[in-house]
């Protein structure tokens, strides 16, 4: 059995690293920071392979792809992923462009590539970790918030796709809220909001992607919040955003 993390160096995705390890799964990681994955390395039980690279080139995730196909895997986490915040017309264009090169275009090449793979052998898992962010738009970190609408929305396609075909492959989205990670320093963005710890947040989620669930959100609060959305118009929930994300910064 073996699983492969994008953007494992450090969050949820160093936090399923260390999960899968435990449940028997030999793992190929992959972040920009080498130190990071050397360290994970000798933290984790099971074989592991490590590969730092920055999965926002093209030219790298079709490097990744050739140099991992033949590995029999079971099970891809698109983890890698970060956030910009200020004003839409104040944000740097050079960070956010980077951002969505890694949060959409990786993402986008590697479920493809992988889904094609999974596909052919007609099993397999896929994770891709949007945000509850994806629900809302997002004053204040518009870049960010839209970059995982995208996500959810192509996994939302996928898996009716993959239902339509009686695929065994499965495909799921993570949509948590605020986690005890480096998101929000890189980000630059202090949430007052309560927030999960990455260890229950992970459990959570391997459970329910076994479960072959679609859209798996951690926490009663957070489900709250995902069908309250409902009763409020799109004006009002930017609004609300906007006021959160200003008072808490």
Known sequence: MKALI????????????????YQG????????RKTRLAKLKKELETNVTVIPMDISS?????????????EEIEILINCAGFGVFNE????????????IDTNIKGVHILTKLFL?????????????????AAFFPGPLMASYYASKAYVLRLTEAIYEELKQVKSNVSVSV?????????????????????????????????????KRKLIIIPGF??????????????????????NIQNETN
């Open 116 to 132: 094609q793979e999974f596909t052919k052998r007609n099993r397999g898992y896929i994770l891709n970790v949007a945000s509850l």
């Open 221 to 242: 609060k957070l489900k709250l919040c995902y069908y309250l959305r409902f009763l409020l118009p799109e004006k009002i929930k930017a609004k609300i955003v906007y």
């Open 88 to 99: 839409f017309i104040e944000s740097s264009l050079d960070k956010e462009l980077d951002m």
């Open 25 to 32: 799964y030999d793992l190929i990681l992959v972040a920009r």
């Open 58 to 70: 093209t030219y790298n995730c079709m490097d990744l792809y050739n140099q991992v196909k033949d």
């Open 174 to 210: 993570l949509c948590p809220g605020p986690v005890d990670t480096e998101f929000s320093k890189v980000a630059k963005v202090n949430f007052k909001l309560p927030s999960l710890s990455s260890e229950e947040v992970v459990k959570y989620a391997t459970k329910q992607m076994f």
């Open 6 to 21: 994008i953007g494992a160096s450090s969050g949820l995705g160093e936090q399923f690293a260390k999960e899968l390890s």
